[in-house]
Structure formats: C-alpha cells, structure tokens
Antibody, heavy 121, light 107 residues
Framework: EAQLVESGGHLVQPGGSLRLSCEASGFTFRSYEMNWVRQTPGKGLEWISYINTNSDLKSYAASVKGRFTISRDNAKNSLYLHLNSLTDDDSGIYYC??????????????WGQGTPVTVSS | DIQMTQSPSTLSASVGERVTVTCRASQSIRNFLAWYQHKPGKAPKLLIFKASTLGSGVPSRFSGSGSGTEFTLTISSLQPDDFATYYCQQYNTYSRTFGQGTKVEIK
C-alpha cells in the first residue's frame, strides 16, 4: 500500500530556514507528480507547491514564491521542501500529497500524516 | 490565481439529513475539481475527483456535480463518521487552490 511519511518539522525562529522531507513507499515514486499542502492554525488547507516527475516543472503559491523551494530525488523515493525567510504565518502542519497517475486527473489521492512547523521567537 | 469560494463556512446538521456544500471558482476550471474530507489529526482524504467521480472506497452517499465555475458536494444521508471539514480544490492550472473549507457539525 502507498505510504508517505513527512519529517523535518520543528520549532524555528522568524527569519530562519528548514528542510522538510517526505519519504514514499509502496508505489513507483518516480512516476508520480507530487505536491506540498499546509494547514495553518485557524485556517484551512493551503496548496503550497507542485513538482512534476522529472523536476523540470515546478509551481508555487504566491504566499511562498521566492522563499520555498520544492525538489525531489527519485533514486531515494523522496520529496523535499526547503523553507526560507520563515514568518509566523508559515506555522502549521505540512503535508506531502501524491497526484493521481491518470494523466487526465491531478487530484491528490494519497497524503502523508503531516509534519508540524512552528515559527516563533 | 483562481480563487475558490465555498459556502457555507459552517453547517449544522443531524444524522440522516441531506447535506449540500457549494464551491465556486473565479473562472472556469472545466471539471478539474476535487473534494476532500479532513478530520483533526488525520490526513485529508480524497472523496471526489473530476467533479463527479467517486474516489476509491468512498461510500455512495457522497456525490459531486457541476462544471465550469459552480460545483456541489452532496451527502445524501449524513452519518456520524461524516462530521468533518470538507474542502474543494481546483487543478485546472499548475497553481492549484483550495476553498476555505466547510465544517459540518452535529446539530
């Protein structure tokens, strides 16, 4: 069965940096496009970033563009998110999510349990 | 970016009731819309994709409809396990966006 396990979230000071990881298992990771989604306190789900299978197409939400960088290592079955210039508004739970394999559909069919990020001094 | 607006923000309903949540897109997204269920402390779960296709293992009491800019999620007979927050998400563009969520509470 497909599994996604996030890690790397912790307490960081404003202005700081962090790298989140998502390890995939139970499916052919290199064949799937991937996303990061976060849930911030008191708010709902917010889509953060997308990456295609060979990393030559990436997109970002306006709220994180220029500060966050998505990447992947297909040999390690891993997805990453580098977070820079963090602010209080970036606190929340960060999920990695897999897109459906069907080329006509990009819904998020598998999600990890999330890793918490707290930005505070 | 495409904006997604859900209504209502909160919905109080009883077990057995029919429940409808609406999602509006700021421009046409064809049928590239998904619905998710999210419970505290758990991973979100895909319910509906391509606006009206039921996800794997999702009970048939859930259904989705719509295209273009107007979409609905319907729960035909609310069950105790359905009390959660529901989100729509568009994926018509590479910049995906979620609605703000609809919390379904026990009346």
């Amino acid at each position: 069965e497909a599994q996604l396990v996030e890690s790397g979230g912790h307490l960081v000071q404003p202005g700081g940096s962090l790298r989140l990881s998502c390890e995939a298992s139970g499916f052919t990771f290199r064949s799937y496009e991937m996303n990061w989604v976060r849930q911030t306190p008191g708010k709902g789900l917010e889509w953060i970033s997308y990456i295609n299978t060979n990393s030559d197409l990436k997109s970002y939400a306006a709220s994180v563009k220029g500060r966050f960088t998505i990447s992947r290592d297909n040999a390690k079955n891993s997805l990453y998110l580098h977070l820079n210039s963090l602010t209080d508004d970036d606190s929340g739970i960060y999920y990695c999510a897999r897109e459906a394999l069907d080329s006509s559909d990009s819904s998020l069919d598998y999600w990890g349990q999330g890793t918490p990020v707290t930005v505070s001094s | 970016d495409i904006q997604m607006t859900q209504s209502p923000s909160t919905l109080s309903a009883s077990v057995g009731e029919r429940v409808t949540v609406t999602c509006r897109a700021s421009q046409s997204i064809r049928n590239f819309l998904a619905w998710y269920q999210h419970k505290p402390g758990k991973a979100p779960k895909l319910l509906i994709f391509k606006a009206s296709t039921l996800g794997s293992g999702v009970p048939s009491r859930f259904s989705g409809s719509g295209s273009g800019t107007e979409f609905t999620l319907t729960i035909s007979s609310l069950q105790p396990d359905d009390f959660a927050t529901y989100y729509c998400q568009q994926y018509n563009t590479y910049s995906r966006t979620f609605g703000q969520g609809t919390k379904v509470e026990i009346k």
